[in-house]
């Protein structure tokens, strides 16, 4: 079974530029979740998405970030214009839909340097 | 709100030595508990989890025990191994699917 897959795995940018991360999660799986870490810290949930709507952005930051998740399926995260504190580790995660707990399955992740 | 707290690192130790990275839990509901590892270069795998009081989850050699009257969930190992080498995260989650991590431990095992 392949795993969640993201892209790109680094990316450098300036401070004001915007930047896409995308992800696939795992074939059949309803919920995916984004999660930014920063370093040192643990993962923080930005959104979370069921099917192709969203359940919970209450800490993606929405003047600069967005992320959709067309179809239901594969999801891109956008930071637009980016900022210093925006370094960090984007993960997706993907799970089953059903009763909890639900086991999230991650991603590689995207390491994000904006300089 | 919902929060766990773990032990700070890093956390150096010799093959075979005995590991503990505690693990303390704060949640208005009945959280299940997680232990996440991630190896470098990787993403976080589920290592172990229990779901009510008093339950254990083990894998890998490695052990946590839900404890209500302590709210702890901390995690053991009798022998490590320099492949045990990653990061570790403590981790609940109340509703199902509103995870909430620690900071994370690092342990390095030197052999």
């Known amino acids: 079974e392949a795993g969640v897959a993201q892209s790109p795995r680094y990316k450098i940018i300036e401070k004001r530029q915007s930047v896409a991360f995308w992800c696939n999660p795992i074939s059949g799986h309803a919920t995916l979740y984004w999660y930014q870490q920063i370093l040192g810290q643990g993962p923080k949930l930005l959104i979370q998405?069921?099917?192709?709507?969203?359940?919970?952005d209450s800490q993606l930051p929405k003047d600069r970030f967005s992320a959709e998740r067309l179809k239901g399926v594969d999801s891109t995260l956008k930071i637009q214009p980016a900022k210093l504190e925006d370094s960090a580790v984007y993960l997706c995660a993907s799970s089953l839909e059903g009763r909890g707990p639900y086991e999230q399955y991650f991603g590689p992740g995207t390491r994000l340097t904006v300089t | 709100g919902d929060s766990v707290t773990q032990m700070e690192g890093p956390v150096t130790l010799s093959e075979e030595a005995f590991l503990t990275i505690n693990c303390t839990y704060t949640?208005?509901?009945?959280?299940?508990l997680f232990w996440y590892v991630q190896y470098p270069g990787e993403g976080l795998q589920l290592l172990l989890k229990?779901?009510?009081?008093?339950d254990k989850g083990s894998n890998k050699g490695f052990e946590a025990t839900y404890r209500k009257e302590t709210t702890s969930f901390h995690l053991e190992k009798g022998s490590v191994q320099v492949s045990d080498s990653a990061v570790y995260f403590c981790a609940l989650s109340v509703r199902g699917n509103d995870m909430r991590f620690g900071a994370g431990t690092r342990l390095t095992v030197k052999p």
């Open positions: 949640a208005t509901g009945y959280p299940s």
């Open positions: 229990a779901t009510k009081a008093d």
């Open positions: 998405f069921q099917n192709n709507g969203v359940v919970d």
